[in-house]
């Protein structure tokens, strides 16, 4: 695809146009006219430019608009980095910011989240463990080095280490001065170690020739976009690193995408063997300090293999050849928060202005990518079988009105039989339940008050762990009642229902001597202690696992042969269209985990429903045959991959208020009708309160190849917002 800008040099006081990192009000402009600094400067140079009294980061965006008397501009005051944001990534941020409706200022924002960018070496100072840790410590204090050793060792700066032990400087600052921390320079940035990207030659079977595939997709150079589809364990991995060995011989960079912090231990210890060298990380468990060096790095070409989070996308690639992104179904590369956008999408489009081959690679591809691969957008490459002897675990349902399940257990005698002839055999189980903490409802068995969030429309959940009830929505607490809250008698408030750590409790009650280990978010106070845990699996040191959704991804655990799924009914819940094609996936994903090695798996399914459609396909295993089925339903709705959606969430304090700016515009729908589109709602948001703001959505469905983004702008503007009311604009949303 042909570049629309190119980088263009100015000279000392020619006007050039700078895009700062601030929105001057909601719609505004967000490129200014400054003069060129002292030594002029180019176009994609990042810089420091004066607004009002103040310093902010700004990147040249290109000739200025010259309406104004150049003797009266402002001079940028420095170039902090020649050209970084090339050509190539500045139409990516216009055409992301087009696309999502992003002001640009936010999209900067997101491409320039490497901290101190703008600050000299001398003024980084960071911290680190220096002398022996004394046993007298405030509490203060010992969070400080809680929050040090969390970071493994590495330098930390002042910002990163009050925020992560909630405390002030002083705090730190006095155990400077008691010799326990070290405070010095930040290290100098230096290149990652380079990467030995030889052919190894691994590759079997139907992997040949989708490696061979990938690798001419590199060498073409050009934009491309392919499914690689294949079972848990068929090797996937395995082929796209040798499309990535194969960028990295070429000399330009890869990209690869992971969706949890969780999964990239296993990965890091793979690209070590294969590569000799770990590749950069970037994602939030990464220290500020090893952030700036790797933007800087991925801008000087300093670091060619990238392996990262979502917002990796973003970074100031000098010579991109790959992206990949790994698990693309994964729900998590929608970010929902900010600025609205999928990074899956947001990839390929990068990939089509760079103009470098994509791959997106999963074992249940989202529908949109099953669906764009079938309409023969994308090339789809396919890994049959399970590399070596592994096979696809067996799955059964549990007919769980056929069980006999006594009050408050969740286990089933035939799964509870299955696990013990595991734990016999020195195998592994899986319980999965898709829930966190100890009980999903504290109800009162007098009234039948339910516990909720003062704050927000949920309930709340108790986490015995953490000894008090938990809004997953807002992390508001409160101690678990002894007395009704509504009618005030006491003793009767019960846990009703399962989460992980009940399970646990059931768990350790009726297998006595096995060894449980749990995996939930939310009981590991570091991304280094949940990888510590997950090694100890990994290695044999548990008998029976207990997890949430963490445990669905690609963590390999050679041992576990049974998976058994609690509440496989969850997902089908509720009235959201993609219900059916999340369950399908989560569930066979979960499947997955089981017999990976020498050792067939078995998955079990408790289910109160063995007849649902869902149920059936996902035991039956015919994705094609799911995947056809799905798609005619949605192609029957007129919804994505086959119709375009976009939602308006907008929240306030005054639910009244809220819902009467909602049906205002909802009324002025004539800029969507033009396009042929329609208004639906307003309606309470699927979270229809957070942090005592009402939220309520307005859904709009527009036919596909409908210029959807101009009408939304359009639309929108017709409404002045009152000043406590805000309105988000989410295109392609996850739930309709
Ligand atoms: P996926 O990404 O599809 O889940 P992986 O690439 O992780 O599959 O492969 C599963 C397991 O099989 C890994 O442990 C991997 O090292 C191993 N494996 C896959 N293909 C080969 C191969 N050709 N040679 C050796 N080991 C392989
Ligand atoms: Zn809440």
């Known amino acids: 695809m042909a570049q629309t800008v190119t980088d263009r040099t100015y000279a000392p006081g020619q006007t050039v146009g700078v895009l700062i990192t601030e929105a001057l009000g909601r719609a505004g402009p967000g490129v200014l006219d400054y003069r060129a600094p002292e030594g002029g400067c180019g176009d994609g140079d990042l810089v420091e430019v004066p607004l009002g009294p103040r310093k902010i980061l700004g990147v040249v965006w290109g000739p200025g608009e010259g309406t104004y008397d150049p003797a009266k501009l402002r001079a940028i005051a420095r170039v902090l980095d020649a050209r970084p944001m090339r050509a190539e990534l500045r139409s990516f941020l216009t055409r992301a910011a087009d696309y999502t409706l992003t002001p640009l200022p936010a999209m900067l924002r997101l491409a320039t989240r490497a901290p101190g960018l703008m600050s000299g070496a001398a003024t980084r100072r960071v911290y680190r463990l220096a002398g022996p840790v004394p046993n007298q410590l405030t509490d203060a204090r010992f969070r400080v080095i809680e929050a040090l050793r969390d970071y493994g060792g590495a330098s930390v700066t002042l910002a990163e280490l009050t925020e992560a032990a909630g405390c002030t400087a002083s705090v730190v600052k006095g155990l400077v001065a008691k010799g326990v921390l070290a405070e010095e320079d930040a290290p100098k940035d230096t290149p990652y170690p380079p990467l030995n990207a030889h052919a190894d030659g691994r590759l079997a079977g139907d992997q040949i020739a989708a490696g061979d595939a990938l690798v001419a997709a590199v060498d073409r150079n050009d934009y491309s976009c392919t499914l690689l589809k294949g079972v848990t364990g068929s090797g996937k991995t395995e082929v796209y690193l040798e499309a990535v060995a194969e960028c990295l011989r070429q000399r330009r960079q890869a990209l690869v995408l992971l969706p949890e912090i969780a999964l990239t231990a296993d990965f890091l210890t793979r690209v070590q063997a294969r590569f000799g060298a770990r590749p950069a990380e970037w994602h939030s468990g990464v220290t500020m300090t090893e952030r700036r060096r790797l933007w800087r790095m991925v801008a000087t070409g300093g670091a060619s293999f990238v392996v990262g989070a979502r917002s990796a996308l973003f970074l100031p690639f000098q010579d991109l050849g790959l992206i990949v992104v790994d698990e693309e179904h994964d729900t998590s590369y929608k970010q929902e928060e900010g600025v609205l956008y999928n990074a899956r999408d947001m990839a390929v489009l990068r990939g089509a202005i760079v103009g470098c081959p994509v791959v997106l690679a999963s074992a249940t591809p989202s529908l949109e990518s099953w669906a764009n691969a079938d309409a023969g957008k994308y090339l789809r490459l396919n890994l049959s079988a399970r590399f070596g002897a592994a096979e696809m675990p067996q799955m059964h349902a549990i007919d769980m009105r056929a069980e006999a399940l006594t009050n408050d257990r969740f286990i089933s005698p035939s799964l509870a039989a299955a696990v013990t002839a595991r734990v016999a055999k020195g195998e592994q189980s899986l319980l999965f339940l898709n829930r966190r903490g100890y009980a999903p409802i504290t109800l009162c068995r007098a ?40 009618c005030k008698v006491e003793g009767k408030m019960a846990a009703v229902g399962p989460g992980v750590e009940r399970l646990a409790e059931e768990v350790t009650a009726r297998f006595p001597g096995a060894r449980v280990a749990v995996l939930s978010s939310d009981l590991f106070g570091s991304a280094r202690a949940l990888k510590a845990q997950i090694e100890t699996i990994a290695a044999g040191g548990a008998d029976i696992i207990i997890g949430t959704q963490i445990v669905a991804k690609g963590h390999n655990f050679p041992l576990l042969t049974l998976v058994g799924v609690i509440d496989a009914d969850l997902g089908l819940q509720g009235s959201d269209l993609r219900a059916a094609e999340r369950t399908f996936q989560l569930m066979r994903q979960v499947a997955g985990r089981a017999g990976r090695a020498e050792l067939r798996g078995t998955a079990l399914l408790q289910t109160h429903q063995p007849d649902h459609p869902v149920i059936r396909a996902i035991l039956g295993g015919d994705e094609e045959a799911f995947w056809k089925a799905e798609a005619a339903e949605r192609q029957a709705a007129g919804v994505p991959p086959y119709g375009r959606m976009a939602g308006i969430i907008l929240s306030g304090p005054d639910v009244a208020q809220v819902f009467d700016v909602g049906a205002d515009l909802a009324r002025r729908d004539a800029p969507l009708r033009r396009i042929g589109a329609q208004v639906f709602g307003p309606a309470p948001a699927p979270i229809a309160r957070v942090r005592g703001r009402h939220r309520v959505r307005l859904l709009i469905k527009a036919d596909k190849g409908t210029s959807l983004q101009a009408a939304l702008t359009e639309w929108v503007a017709q409404v002045k917002l009152p000043a406590n009311l805000r309105l988000a604009i989410d295109i392609d949303p996850q739930s309709f």
């Not at 762990?465 to 409160?478: E, I, N, S």
């Open 447 to 486: 009234c039948g008050h339910q516990v909720g969030c003062d704050d927000c429309d949920a309930r709340m959940v108790e986490h015995r762990f953490l000894k008090r009830l938990v809004c997953h929505q807002c992390g508001a607490t409160k101690p678990v009642p002894t007395t009704c809250p509504a």
